[in-house]
């Protein structure tokens, strides 16, 4: 990594959720001093080596505490799909911290956590890949509606202000054995569709009804596999540690995702062989394929994704014959 902007203390903002429990120990091993923000206490912040700061961001006064001695955010921290909090700790909460940054010049940057929700992928029909300059358009729901109102204050910030931001448009994260919850029919269940309600065919049902499990493969009408993209999250953390410090990513937003789309019939197929699972074809409407252009990340970063489906894969099972219990979801995907 590159760490033009000599940045040594870095505030990490959901700490607690998938991407930081992974991103702040190689945050500690890259040297980095963290102060890391726990805002649940029945669910503590637990690393060696760093610096634990209780808040929420909801508090506009939080930033102010905060941010004193930091020479970076990475701004993590969401509630998904929560109407009753989003705006207040994922608008507000951005906002109190923006217009702190840009207040204290000992700032250097501002890493904001985007993704490719705001982009409307798999419910809006995706013609070519979708690179940096495709429009906000996000997909019904608060979490993609809000990560584009973060986005738009970034935007004017940076504008406004010369406020020194990065935003990464992290596309849908894979960790533990996410891929295998997602796509298997047993629960839990992990992301859109759900099997079970797109369940039509009495032989797919029977599945549900005898808890037998499969690997479910998603078709459009008339048979034509889905294809999407996605990744895991050893790419994310590393194209977080390469925009960290980086004169050349501040200012621009930039797609992180894995090396390439999958398509379902491939996914299906490998993890039969691998699990021994039959195949369960799901046939629904109203779904896009699409993937994702990372050339920008890959030409000014040096991004190089290397956990394409199959290696995903392969360490969700090896988490699942581990033994490890796996992370509570709070949120469907």
């Not at 990594?1 to 607690?16: C, S």
């Not at 010049?105 to 419910?123: E, L, N, T």
């Not at 065919?201 to 889905?226: I, R």
């Not at 379902?264 to 993937?291: H, N, R, T, W």
């Amino acid at each position: 990594m590159k760490n033009e902007l000599l940045i040594k203390n870095v505030l990490v903002t959901g700490a607690q959720g998938k991407i930081g429990r992974s991103l702040v120990p190689r945050l500690v091993d890259e040297g980095f001093n963290v102060r890391a923000v726990q805002f649940n206490e029945d669910e503590p912040v637990l690393f060696d080596g760093v610096e634990i700061i209780e808040g929420d961001l909801r508090d506009q006064n939080f930033a102010k505490k905060a941010l004193p001695d930091m020479d970076a955010v990475i701004h993590l921290a969401h509630v998904k799909e929560n109407r009753e909090q989003f705006l207040q700790s994922c608008v507000n909460g951005t906002f109190w911290l923006l217009d702190e940054v840009m207040k204290r010049k000992h700032i250097k940057q501002f890493i904001q956590a985007g993704s490719d929700a705001r982009a409307g992928i798999f419910y809006y029909p995706q013609p070519i890949p979708i690179d940096e300059t495709h429009i906000h358009s996000a997909y019904p729901g608060y979490y993609a509606f809000s990560k584009v109102l973060e986005e738009v204050m970034c935007e004017q910030y940076r504008i406004q202000y010369n406020t020194p931001i990065t935003v990464l448009r992290f596309s849908w994260v894979h960790d533990e054995d996410d891929i295998l919850a997602h796509v298997t029919l047993k629960e839990p269940n992990f992301g859109v569709p759900i099997w079970e309600e797109i369940a039509k065919t009495p032989k797919q049902k029977e599945y549900f009804t005898n808890n037998q499990d499969a690997v479910a493969m998603l078709v459009h009408p008339g048979g034509k596999p889905g294809i999407r993209h996605i990744v895991g999250i050893k790419d994310v953390v590393d194209g977080i540690l390469l925009s960290l410090g980086n004169k050349a990513a501040v200012g621009k937003s930039f797609n992180i995702c894995g090396p390439s789309p999958f398509s379902y019939d491939v996914l299906a197929k490998y993890i039969s062989q691998k699990m021994g699972l039959p195949i369960i074809e799901f046939e629904l409407e109203d779904f896009y394929d699409f993937s994702i252009n990372i050339s920008l990340a890959r030409s000014v970063l040096g991004y190089n994704p290397k956990y394409d489906i199959f290696a995903i894969v392969d360490d969700a099972i090896a988490f699942r014959e581990s033994g490890k219990k796996r992370t509570k979801t709070k949120y469907i995907g």
